[in-house]
């Protein structure tokens, strides 16, 4: 009984580490963002990519990573809404010039790869519009 407590007591220890094994690594990332609209399923804009490096501090806060891309369009963003739960960080995201939108998603980190989707509603000559989209990303080495 008392070497069941034991393996018990060091598998909950262990816990934590497992759970920081799932934080994207420090380093140089290049992530991707596809977009569609909704309401044209012809139209796609063009894919965004970016290369940014990532920090010990970014690769512990999923929003300082997907902030840029996420808000793309628009400025004064906020979150008002996140969520970190294993590997998977889910949002709400708020901003309001030059085009005022509203973006939630739910992206999954490993320590060296992301993905996910996005749905982004803007308003453009007083109609919402909607964009769903799909971020990938991967670390392609150091800073």
Do not use: N
Not at 53 to 67: E, F, H, K, N
Not at 88 to 100: G, I, M, N
Not at 102 to 117: P, R
């Amino acid at each position: 009984m008392t070497h069941r407590r034991l393996l018990a007591c060091l598998a909950l220890l262990a816990l934590p580490s497992l759970a920081v094994a799932d934080d994207p690594l420090p380093g140089l990332w290049e992530i991707s963002l596809e977009a569609r609209v909704a309401a044209e399923p012809g139209f796609q804009p063009p894919a965004q990519s970016t290369s940014q490096c990532l920090t010990q501090a970014d690769a512990r806060d999923p929003s300082r990573v997907l902030g840029p891309l996420a808000g793309s369009g628009g400025a004064d963003c906020h979150y008002t809404r996140t969520g970190y739960e294993a590997s998977v960080f889910r949002f709400a995201l708020q901003c309001t010039s030059p085009l005022p939108l509203s973006t939630t998603g739910e992206v999954t980190f490993s320590a060296s790869a992301v993905h996910g989707t996005m749905t982004t509603v803007s308003k453009i000559a007083g109609h919402d519009v909607e964009f769903k989209s799909t971020l990938t990303g991967r670390r392609i080495g150091d800073c």
